[in-house]
């Protein structure tokens, strides 16, 4: 065990990005963009416009949400919603609607791997996060690997999602380890809550026949994609928020497993929590990131991580507790150097 989670005692959050799915097999999203290519390729419901995108593209450097992103900017220039209408080059052919189809194809065919390699992927290297003493893991991937990985080894884990009444507050488990997937999730299906004139959303969890059944074509419930657009004010994002704040606030220790740092609204959310009191600590799990050297850490990811960085590390502040390690190793053998 970490001698940071020992000192903790519990009061942990695990916070997992999109590297914690990768020893399952699941692809991130440079991968989720080759696999785009090769179906949009060979189907899309705007051809065309696929063409003109894939010319305007750099392929080897852009990830699938960032080709997302690209074009929802270019859709508000062709509906006249961005003051570089007229300055843009674009095909007659091209329209805001043949662009928003090739988004609604990007979208399906990346959920849809994600549902794909999800179905029999090896989930044994999350049982030490499932089975630890923590406060709550928090997701922002779509995937079901943690309540997979929970299920095999009789672990109890639990999103809240069924029980959510489409309201401001998000209701965190007492009686199981809270998963809050702040992202969304692949097995999330919208429900009407109650009775009245104006209906209340709510979530139902499908079982995995159901989600089968669907085979990723369009029914996910309030999936967050895309660079910069996942903070709304609508769905299920400001409860979900509001109940990774309350997590926040009972740990002394986050553990951030293949996390890029590029979620504003997740980075603000640790940068309060750790500018509130001194005692907090940070572990970021990370291969690809150099364990003593805090100086590039600070100019990666967001704006708001470097700030964050800059005022956690000790050695640039005189008599201040080391607050914050990288750990140079995959997600694959972490969790049980971590929590056993």
Known sequence: MHDWVADAAGKITVLLGAGASVPAGLPMSRG????????????????????????????????????????????????????????????????????????????????????????????????????????????????????????????????????????????????????????????????????????????????????????????YSDLRFGLENKLTQDGTMPALLSAFSELLDDSDLVVAVGYGFRDVHVDVALDRWAASNDARRLLVVDPTRKPDDLEALEKSGSAWFGHMIAGLRHDVWQGRTERIRVIDESAGTAFASLFR
């Open 32 to 219: 989720l963009t080759d696999i785009v290519f090769a179906a949009l390729d060979e189907r899309s419901r705007a051809p065309r416009t696929w063409e003109f995108v894939k010319e305007h593209v750099d392929r080897d450097n852009t990830d699938v949400e960032q080709l997302w992103r690209s074009l929802e900017d270019l859709r508000h220039v062709l509906v006249r919603q961005s003051p570089w209408t007229g300055l843009v080059d674009v095909p007659a052919t091209v329209t805001a609607k043949s662009v928003a189809e090739v988004q609604f194809d990007i979208f399906d065919v990346a959920v849809a791997s994600l549902r794909n390699c999800s179905v029999d992927a090896p989930t044994g290297y999350l049982e030490p996060l499932v089975t630890a003493d923590i406060v709550g893991i928090v997701t922002l991937n779509f995937d079901t690997l943690v309540e997979t990985a929970a299920a095999a080894c009789g672990a109890v884990v639990a999103t809240g999602a069924d029980d959510w009444e489409g309201g401001f507050t998000w209701p965190i488990p007492r009686d199981a380890t809270p998963l809050l997937k702040l992202h969304g999730s692949l097995d999330w299906h919208s429900v009407v809550r109650g009775r009245g004139p104006i209906p209340r959303s709510g979530l139902e969890t499908m079982s995995r026949e159901a989600e089968l059944r669907f085979n990723g074509s369009g029914i």
